[in-house]
């Protein structure tokens, strides 16, 4: 129940933050949210998704010396360079891949943080809501990934000032972590951009539709696509369009319904998000994502992983919709709503099922340093693979 007590923690700071929103409140339990998400995913020891794979590769990765002799060592793996040379930098300074995650949840929670203060009057709701939705496959599975939705989702601010240089940047730094960030460059020119009720509803209609109708479209311009790109990522598109782990339609579930629940919603307040000074922006990456889940049913894996840089767009749009509510009930019963529907991503998680046995029990650095023992974070590991395998082939 670890999770579960932290994910309380944060829907009471929370109700704190809709009940108390001025810039002290802010400036207090803000950075005291950040470091609790530091410290559960910066800390955790053999928990969680992927550990052993970034293991490996942290291990396997060139020394700073050796990169400074053969710089083309830098681009001889196939991971995103600045990935590496953070990976390189830690290494040179003794560090291992503890350090690493540490380092790694420490920028994400920073960017992320720093950008809901400045995206919302609520920025402790858009911290419980990304725990609950996006932070136990960004920051405890695909850590590089995590890194480059951060930086994307610190850019979109840039967008409202109009500072294209400066988007670019940030936007540049994310490609170094994750090359899907490019997605973002021309996104610049259209997030900011408003769309009539109408157009929103109709696109995702057409998307849910062709979803339920089962017809196929995607996948050959997938593999077209992919191999003008290059051997590597047409190498990549194969895998996940042909591995039956992979290769695998999304069918119709609570998650079709809810999301076609929560545009209806977002629409019936679209106008007044509109007005938001960032409001647009976040409601057309919420939009970005709804297109990627019904439109690319056929490729789950690619389109979740995908959709994670734009629908980090929801955590700030929901609090936004409790920031138009005069009243302090009307918006504590509208967070309640908002914390069952983040509950609802993580719920696996948060009571312990057996599918999550990777999280369960969580196991801190720290303390297994102070009292060394056997870790059982290869089993359990191992468990949610087969899981996880288990339910792609039903």
Not at 37 to 45: F, N, Q, T
Not at 79 to 103: D, M, P, R, S
Not at 239 to 262: C, Q, T
Not at 325 to 340: D, E, K, S, T
């Amino acid at each position: 129940m670890f999770y579960l007590v932290i994910f309380l923690i944060l829907t009471l700071l929370s109700v704190l933050n809709i009940q108390f929103s001025d810039k002290l409140t802010n400036q207090v339990l803000v950075p005291f949210a950040s470091l609790i998400l530091i410290a559960v995913a910066g800390l955790r020891y053999e928990t969680g998704g992927d550990w052993d794979s970034y293991t490996d590769l942290f291990n396997d990765f060139p020394r700073w010396d050796q990169i400074m002799v053969h710089p083309g060592l830098l681009f001889a793996e196939n991971v995103e360079e600045g990935f590496v040379l953070l990976c390189t930098g830690i290494k040179a300074l003794g560090g291992n891949i503890q350090h690493l995650f540490f380092v790694v949840t420490t920028i994400n929670i920073t960017l992320i943080s720093i950008a809901s203060y400045r995206y919302t009057k609520y920025p402790l709701v858009a911290l419980m809501c990304y725990f609950g939705i996006l932070y136990m496959q960004l920051e405890m599975i695909y850590i590089r990934q995590a890194t480059a939705v951060a930086l994307c989702f610190f850019a979109l601010q840039y967008i409202d000032r109009k500072s294209i240089w400066k988007y670019m940047t940030f936007i540049f730094l994310a490609c170094l972590f994750h090359r899907v960030s490019v997605l973002m460059i021309p996104l610049y020119f259209v997030l900011g951009r408003k769309f009539p009720t109408w157009m929103y509803l109709a696109v995702i209609g057409i998307g849910a539709a062709l979803m339920l109708l089962g017809i196929p479209w995607i996948k050959s311009i997938f593999l077209t696509v992919a191999g003008l790109l290059g051997e590597n990522y047409a190498d990549k598109a194969d895998l996940y369009v042909e591995e039956s782990l992979f290769a695998v339609s999304r069918k119709l579930s609570i998650g079709f319904i809810l999301n076609i629940l929560i545009l209806i919603v977002v629409m019936i307040f679209h106008d007044q998000i509109d007005s938001k000074r960032y409001g647009t922006v976040m409601l057309n990456m919420y939009f970005l994502s709804l297109v990627l889940y019904y439109y690319c049913y056929e490729l789950v894996e690619v389109s979740n992983r995908t959709r994670y840089f734009f629908f980090i767009g929801v955590i700030i749009l929901l609090p936004m919709i409790l920031e138009l509510f005069p009243l302090f009930m009307q918006r504590f019963a509208a967070l309640v709503v908002i914390a069952l529907y983040c509950f609802s991503f993580s719920r696996a998680v948060f009571l312990e099922q057996p599918w999550a046995a990777a999280y369960n029990p969580y196991q801190n650095y720290i303390e297994y340093k102070i009292h060394p023992r056997p870790s059982t974070g290869k089993q359990r590991a191992q468990q949610s693979h087969e899981f996880f395998r288990g339910s792609r082939k039903n």
